[in-house]
């Protein structure tokens, strides 16, 4: 088991609020992010896992946005992105197994109409929760295979 990256940062989406909430620690089962709207929806796509690098790279391309706007639940300081399907990740007491690539949605040529052909690749990876617990920010993250 090597340690590959550490959280940055935590977000949730509710209904109550249109912006994604910042959390300093997040809790998961096997439904997804408890209190998220998107709690037992798809387990298959119960929490989405973005790199830094894709700010970085929309930055580079003069696209300002902050954190969250690519709808990430987890910001890491790993990329994730060519990870195959199946890998699992240990962070904090919680085990999620990357589950598919993150899609691109209309709502990426809202912030900017470059951004959906820029993050092609590199927008984030769906994970579905492995083992329960919880993920705080700064926590380490393993790849376990």
């Given at each position: 088991?090597?340690?590959?990256g550490k ?6 989406s ?18 997804g ?5 998107h709690y037992?929806t798809?387990?298959?796509r ?12 929309a930055?580079?391309?003069q696209?300002?946005m902050?954190h969250?706007?690519l709808g ?6 790993y990329?994730?992105y060519?990870?195959?399907i199946?890998?699992?990740l240990k962070i904090?007491?919680?085990?999620l ?5 993150c ?5 990426l040529?809202n912030?900017?109409?470059?951004l ?19 993920i705080?920010?700064?926590?380490s ?5």
């Amino acid at each position: 088991m090597s340690q590959v990256g550490k959280v940055l940062s935590l977000y949730i989406s509710t209904k109550e609020y249109t912006d994604p909430i910042e959390k300093r620690e997040i809790a998961v089962d096997s439904k997804g992010i408890i209190g998220d709207k998107h709690y037992d929806t798809d387990i298959q796509r119960s929490v989405l896992i973005t790199s830094i690098e894709s700010y970085v790279l929309a930055n580079a391309h003069q696209i300002k946005m902050a954190h969250s706007s690519l709808g990430d639940n987890l910001l890491i300081d790993y990329n994730p992105y060519t990870l195959p399907i199946g890998s699992k990740l240990k962070i904090g007491d919680t085990v999620l197994e990357i589950s598919q690539n993150c899609t691109l949605c209309n709502h990426l040529s809202n912030i900017d109409k470059k951004l959906p052909k820029l993050l092609k690749n590199d927008r984030g990876v769906f994970a579905k929760v492995v083992q329960a617990g919880s993920i705080k920010v700064d926590d380490s993250i393993y790849l376990l295979n």
